[in-house]
């Protein structure tokens, strides 16, 4: 039984982390794309109730937090989302699982804002522009593992002056006077320049370079 203990840890230490991020669609990351300019009704964003949840993970735990939104809009013409743009606050960025322990809390918000990750003293915004929006199709062999997606949302990410295309299923409502869009999935921060440690060779120093990513927008007519 401790040979086969010895044999899981050494798996788990020296081949990967065994803290994964948490199961969710992988988005897909492309060059980025040409934005439009949206058409039709502007839909404010509500930044009282609209926030950025993110999950990070290392071989010996994981922690969880937040971050605000400053700003943004959607526009919808004939019942389509037709673009829009978020401004998301990188000085907001908050840690809540540590809430206990006020030092290590204050030390991982503060490394988390430093230069070896998102440095928002240089880079204090983070910007999402809609490129598409389209009903989710299904396809075969290509489960979603977001439940109740409706939509597959296509945008540039723009992070530390890096822009991508990402594209991710979400579930979007649209109602006469506002839009509630959700949306969960794992992303790589290195393609973002944020590699710092990322490097596998690590083992329990290794901070695992697929983050969690959750939106919760709220946005009124």
């Given at each position: 039984?401790?040979?086969?203990?010895?044999?899981?840890?050494?798996?788990?230490?020296?081949?990967?982390?065994?803290?994964?991020?948490?199961?969710?669609?992988?988005?897909?990351?492309?060059?980025?794309?040409?934005?439009?300019?949206?058409?039709?009704?502007?839909?404010?964003?509500?930044?009282?109730?609209?926030?950025?949840?993110?999950?990070?993970?290392?071989?010996?735990?994981?922690?969880?937090?937040?971050?605000?939104?400053?700003?943004?809009?959607?526009?919808?013409?004939?019942?389509?989302?037709?673009?829009?743009?978020?401004?998301?606050?990188?000085?907001?960025?908050?840690?809540?699982?540590?809430?206990?322990?006020?030092?290590?809390?204050?030390?991982?918000?503060?490394?988390?804002?430093?230069?070896?990750?998102?440095?928002?003293k240089?880079?204090?915004?983070?910007?999402?522009?809609?490129?598409?929006?389209?009903?989710?199709?299904?396809?075969?062999?290509?489960?979603?593992?977001?439940?109740?997606?409706?939509?597959t949302?296509?945008?540039?990410?723009?992070?530390?002056?890096?822009?991508?295309n990402?594209?991710?299923?979400?579930?979007?409502?649209?109602?006469?006077?506002?839009?509630?869009?959700?949306?969960?999935?794992?992303?790589?921060?290195?393609?973002?320049?944020i590699?710092?440690?990322?490097?596998?060779?690590?083992?329990d120093?290794?901070?695992?370079?697929?983050?969690?990513?959750?939106?919760?927008?709220?946005?009124?007519?």
């Amino acid at each position: 039984m401790k040979k086969i203990l010895w044999i899981f840890l050494a798996l788990c230490y020296g081949l990967t982390a065994c803290e994964q991020a948490p199961k969710a669609d992988k988005a897909t990351v492309t060059d980025a794309q040409t934005v439009q300019a949206g058409t039709g009704s502007a839909f404010l964003l509500d930044t009282t109730l609209s926030h950025v949840e993110w999950v990070g993970t290392k071989p010996t735990g994981k922690h969880h937090g937040t971050l605000q939104l400053s700003g943004g809009a959607i526009y919808v013409q004939d019942s389509l989302i037709t673009g829009g743009q978020f401004v998301v606050n990188m000085y907001s960025l908050k840690n809540t699982d540590l809430a206990a322990d006020t030092a290590m809390k204050n030390k991982l918000e503060n490394e988390l804002k430093g230069a070896m990750f998102f440095d928002v003293k240089k880079y204090p915004a983070a910007t999402f522009e809609i490129t598409r929006v389209t009903p989710l199709q299904a396809i075969a062999g290509e489960e979603v593992a977001f439940i109740g997606a409706t939509h597959t949302v296509q945008g540039n990410l723009t992070l530390k002056a890096v822009t991508k295309n990402i594209s991710f299923p979400a579930r979007i409502i649209l109602q006469d006077d506002h839009i509630n869009a959700l949306a969960n999935f794992n992303i790589d921060r290195t393609l973002w320049g944020i590699s710092y440690r990322a490097d596998k060779s690590l083992q329990d120093k290794l901070i695992n370079s697929q983050v969690n990513i959750g939106f919760n927008i709220t946005a009124k007519r």
